[in-house]
C-alpha cells in the first residue's frame, strides 16, 4: 500500500548508518489510531537537520511486511504546518465521564482527613484537569491520553481488596497513597509534544513534584504533620528501589504493598497494551517488549478490543 503525504506524529526518531555508511532513520510513527515503525534509507540533508520527536509530518512511502509486523519504508517527510499533535493522540477506552465518576466515588469513600487532601488535589481546578488527561508514561504501559487516570482507578480497586485481605493494613492511608502516588506525571508530560517530557518532567521528574503539590495542599488545609508523614513516604517510596528513582525503599506496611500494586498494574498494562497492538496477528508478538525484553503470547481468548486503552502501540 502507497501512502502520499499522510499525516503522522513523529514519537520517536533514531538515526543509524548502514555497514557501507548510507544514513538512514528508525522512526516510530504515530496517529490516533495507533504506532507503526518505519525506515527512512538515505535521508536527505534537507531532512536530517530538523526531523526530530514530538513533530508532526506529512509522509510517503510504502507499507510492507518486515519480519512478519507492518513496517512503512519511508521516502519522503515534509513538516506539517498547523495540525494540532492531540489529533494524533491515542485515548484510553474507558469513557472520560465514567473514569471521573469512578475517581469521584474512590475519593468519597475514604475518611478524613484523606478525603478533603484526595478531594482538594484531584476533583477540582487546573491540576485535576491536566491529571485526568495524563498519560501514565511516554511507552512501556498507559501510554494514552487519561492513561494515567485509567492507571490509578485500576490500582484502587487492587488496594481496596489487598486491604481486606491483608491484616494491620490502613486503608485509608493506602488507598490515598494510590490515588495520589503520580499526581506529579499531571506535569512531568508535554501532550502538546506527543508526550515528551516537559522541563519540569526532565529538571524536577514527577515523585518530587508530586510531594511539593501534596505539602503544598496539606498546608492549606491544615492537615495533621503525622499523617502527611506516611503519606509523603508512600509517594517517595513507591518505585521500590533507589536504582528505579525513589528517594527511600518502602518501610512501611501501607509503602510495600503501594510499590508491588504500582508494579503488578504496571506489569499487566504493558503486556496487554503490547500483545494488543503488534502487527502480527500470529499467537506470538513479531516484536519483543521493551518492559519484557522479549516476544510474548497473546492469551488464547483475547483479541484487541480487550486490552486497556488505545490500539496504539505503546510497548
Known amino acids: 500500500m502507497e501512502l502520499q503525504a499522510e499525516p503522522f506524529l513523529l514519537h520517536d526518531v533514531v538515526r543509524r548508518q548502514s555497514k557501507d555508511g548510507r544514513p538512514f532513520l528508525l522512526a516510530t510513527l504515530r496517529d490516533r489510531t495507533g504506532q507503526i515503525s518505519g525506515v527512512f534509507w ?5 531532512v536530517d537537520v530538523w526531523v526530530k520527536p514530538g513533530l508532526a509530518v506529512l509522509l510517503s512511502g510504502r507499507v510492507s511486511l518486515y519480519k512478519d509486523a507492518i513496517q512503512v519504508n519511508i521516502n519522503d517527510l515534509a513538516r506539517a504546518a498547523g495540525l494540532d499533535l492531540a489529533v494524533f493522540l491515542p485515548a484510553s477506552r474507558r469513557p472520560r465521564a465514567e473514569m471521573l465518576a469512578e475517581l469521584r466515588d474512590d475519593v468519597t469513600a475514604l475518611a478524613e482527613p484523606w478525603q ?5 488535589l484531584l476533583l477540582e481546578g487546573e491540576l485535576a484537569e491536566r491529571f485526568a488527561n495524563a498519560p501514565a508514561a ?8 487519561g492513561g494515567l487516570l485509567e492507571h490509578t482507578l485500576s490500582m484502587a480497586t487492587v488496594a481496596r481488596f489487598l486491604s481486606r485481605h491483608y491484616p494491620h493494613v490502613d486503608g485509608d492511608l493506602l488507598l490515598c497513597g494510590v490515588l495520589l502516588h503520580d499526581l506529579g506525571k499531571a506535569y512531568e508530560y508535554a501532550l502538546a509534544d506527543g508526550f515528551a517530557y516537559s522541563e519540569d518532567g526532565r529538571l524536577v521528574g514527577h515523585i518530587v513534584r508530586g510531594i511539593v503539590l501534596i505539602e503544598q495542599a496539606a498546608s492549606q488545609l491544615d492537615f495533621p504533620a503525622a499523617d502527611l508523614q506516611q503519606l509523603v513516604h508512600l509517594i517517595a517510596s513507591h518505585h521500590g528501589t533507589t536504582e528505579w528513582g525513589s528517594p527511600v525503599v518502602p518501610k512501611t506496611l501501607e509503602a510495600v504493598l503501594l510499590h508491588q500494586i504500582d508494579l503488578l498494574d504496571s506489569r499487566i498494562g504493558g503486556f496487554m497494551d503490547h500483545v494488543g497492538n503488534d502487527g502480527s496477528g500470529a499467537a506470538w508478538t513479531a516484536r519483543r517488549s521493551e518492559m519484557f525484553g522479549t516476544e510474548l503470547r497473546r492469551p488464547d481468548d483475547f483479541s484487541p478490543a480487550a486490552g486497556p486503552g488505545s490500539s496504539g502501540e505503546v510497548d
Open 138 to 145: 511516554r511507552s512501556m504501559h498507559h501510554a494514552f491520553v
Open 42 to 46: 538515505d535521508v536527505p540533508l534537507t
Open 116 to 120: 478533603t487532601l484526595a478531594g482538594y
